[in-house]
């Protein structure tokens, strides 16, 4: 369609007048009566558009690509009266990918840090990926595109990097199907094998006698205790980081030897638990109390931004043993590598790291939930005899050592 055309046509709800080598469009219906802006291609082959009728000299405009008057007229209208038209307004296009994914993500029933940080990154991936394709608009996608996307990355990422790549894509495609079923075309593709494919997983995990030693180095770095209660936590404990990171002190009986996990970690995952610790973890979380007094709502991990706490255990890792490729979750399997090499109690070991057992079925989980709820102090004696008693027999020799090289007035006893 003609943007210079010397008729009155009819776009949407809108009447198109010529305007001063333009064209203005006037609201010819109930919902669009009143608004008035005017629409014209520049030179560049952008549109611009202006707000009619505001009673200033230089009325607003907004410049923005488009491929016809019809889109044009669309886009002008979400830019200048956004509530009005709806956040799922799809357009004679359908919405935009871009569009598709902000929607989905505002809508997604997950933690906003997860948004955030897993989510968001992906979809922006996709987006740009999208746009060097010369794709924009969610009809614009079949399964051929979402196989070269994932088939691009095979040769430099993991399989289960591509997935996730592709997972996002997948979700927001549920959601135009229920949103969007006019525009809705299934993304089947074939998940390509990754240059991992047949190579064994191999993560570097510490020893009990590792951790000590590690725990022992932070110490002595400036500023190291305000991260080294949540190193030993994850390491002593098995805590997840999302759970060391937001562990408050009312949760830390140092009397009883008991941390008590109370914040869903992740969506999804109920692990609400008490459980005992090793002695030398008391230890360490006693010197950090004595050190700091803190109040029953203070982080027990002061440095606890996801970020910042994760870049302080890879800068000490590196300065204590250069080279080690061992990532800050990695501090989680050193009870399970300890355990698994002695062959000890493996079943209770993954209901104190707050997991459900995978050789048990659902039936029988409930039967623990609910004694955790009915017997909790049966529950704490079983994890102190099963976990807590072989784990202090190992760390006995070393909790001597770290008290030994405790300064006088942080000196603790075993």
């Known amino acids: 369609m003609n943007p210079?055309?010397?008729?009155?046509?009819?776009?949407?709800?809108?009447?198109?007048?010529?305007?001063?080598?333009?064209?203005?469009?006037?609201?010819?219906?109930?919902?669009?009566?009143?608004?008035?802006?005017?629409?014209?291609?520049?030179?560049d082959g952008r549109w611009e558009t202006s707000l009619l009728n505001t009673g200033e000299k230089k009325p607003p405009r907004k410049q923005?690509?488009?491929?016809?008057?019809?889109?044009?007229?669309?886009?002008?209208?979400r830019h200048w009266f956004p509530a009005a038209s709806g956040a799922n307004d799809a357009g004679p296009k359908g919405p935009t990918i871009e569009q598709v994914f902000e929607e989905w993500l505002s809508m997604h029933p997950v933690k906003k840090a997860t948004i955030e940080t897993d989510y968001r990154p992906r979809t922006e991936l996709f987006v740009r990926w999208a746009k060097a394709q010369g794709l924009e608009y969610w009809w614009d996608l079949y399964p051929l595109h979402l196989q070269q996307y994932a088939n691009e990355g095979a040769k430099t990422h993991r399989r289960s990097t591509i997935s996730n790549r592709c997972r996002v894509v997948r979700m927001a495609s549920?959601?135009?199907?229920e949103n969007y079923p006019r525009f809705y075309r299934p993304l089947p593709f074939k998940l390509p094998r990754g240059r991992d494919w047949g190579k064994p997983k191999q993560r570097e995990t510490l020893t009990l006698e590792g951790v000590v030693e590690f725990l022992t180095f932070v110490r002595e770095q400036d500023w190291g205790w305000n991260v080294l209660p949540g190193f030993a936590l994850a390491a002593l404990a098995s805590a997840r980081m999302q759970e060391v990171r937001r562990l408050q002190w009312r949760s830390v009986d140092l009397n009883r030897g008991l941390v008590s996990f109370e914040v869903e970690p992740k969506s999804g995952v109920q692990s609400f638990r008490r459980i005992p610790v090793a002695r030398l973890l008391i230890n360490i979380l006693r010197e950090a109390a004595t050190r700091r007094k803190p109040q029953p709502d203070d982080f027990v991990v002061p440095t606890n931004k996801r970020?910042?706490?994760?870049?302080?255990?890879?800068?000490?890792?590196?300065?204590?043993?250069?080279?080690?490729?061992?990532e800050p979750y990695g501090l989680r399997r050193t009870l399970v590598k300890a355990f698994v090499l002695r062959g000890w109690h493996s079943y209770?070991?993954?209901?104190?790291?707050?997991?459900?057992?995978r050789q048990i079925s659902e039936v029988e989980w409930v039967y623990y939930l609910d004694r955790l709820q009915m017997d909790p102090d049966g529950v704490e004696a079983m994890f102190r005899e099963q976990i807590v008693k072989p784990l202090d027999e190992i760390l006995g020799p070393l909790l001597v050592s770290w008290n030994e090289s405790s300064e006088g007035s942080f000196r603790l006893s075993a």
Do not use: C
């Open 348 to 357: 209770t070991l993954e209901i104190y790291r707050g997991h459900k057992p």
């Open 64 to 77: 923005f690509g488009a491929r016809d008057l019809e889109e044009a007229v669309w886009l002008a209208e």
């Open 174 to 177: 549920v959601y135009v199907r």
């Open 4 to 43: 210079n055309m010397t008729q009155t046509e009819k776009i949407g709800e809108y009447r198109m007048i010529p305007y001063r080598g333009r064209m203005r469009a006037v609201g010819d219906s109930p919902a669009t009566f009143g608004r008035e802006f005017s629409i014209g291609k520049l030179p």
């Open 307 to 326: 970020q910042s706490f994760s870049s302080a255990f890879r800068r000490y890792m590196e300065k204590w043993r250069p080279g080690t490729s061992i």
